[in-house]
């Protein structure tokens, strides 16, 4: 299944720090937060663990640029992400420049995303070897996390 995610709903900072704390850091940008929060909690529902965040890391600055990446953890798989974006050269808007993903379970679920804040928030996401009861759940989260939601293809 495929999923076309974007405009990112803001995450409720509350929340996040009671039961986030380890990405206090992200606080300070909404989309970023929004989207560590959705992937975390997405891996949550593959997986069926609690990661432990082995790396979160968050610089930004006031010109639209934004660095940061997160790493979880836990005994049947890990999560990895690295993002950054930058003013262009013209002045004129931000554009991301590097991203990097990783997913691994021993459920025999596969993971993939592109991940792009410097528009449109937009997340694109396929995941296979899920069941249809999965399937159901990762639409319900991703309606929880974005205003938009397109759907393609099945597992």
Request: charged share 25%.
């Amino acid at each position: 299944m495929e999923l076309e995610c974007s405009r990112m709903i803001r995450a409720d900072r509350g929340y996040v720090q009671a039961r986030w704390p380890e990405l206090a850091a992200f606080l300070r940008n909404t989309n970023a937060l929004a989207s560590v929060l959705f992937l975390s909690r997405l891996y949550i529902l593959i997986t069926a663990e609690r990661p432990r965040f082995d790396e979160a890391s968050f610089d930004s600055d006031a010109m639209g640029g934004l660095e940061f990446s997160v790493s979880l953890s836990s005994p049947s798989g890990g999560l990895r992400m690295a993002y950054e974006q930058t003013l262009r050269e013209s002045w004129s808007s931000v554009e991301r420049i590097a991203f990097d993903a990783s997913f691994s379970c021993a459920k025999g679920v596969s993971l993939s995303w592109d991940l792009d804040l410097s528009v449109s928030s937009l997340l694109k996401l396929t995941i296979e070897g899920a069941d249809a009861e999965l399937l159901d759940s990762v639409v319900k989260l991703a309606n929880e996390h974005f205003e938009e939601i397109k759907i393609a293809g099945s597992a």
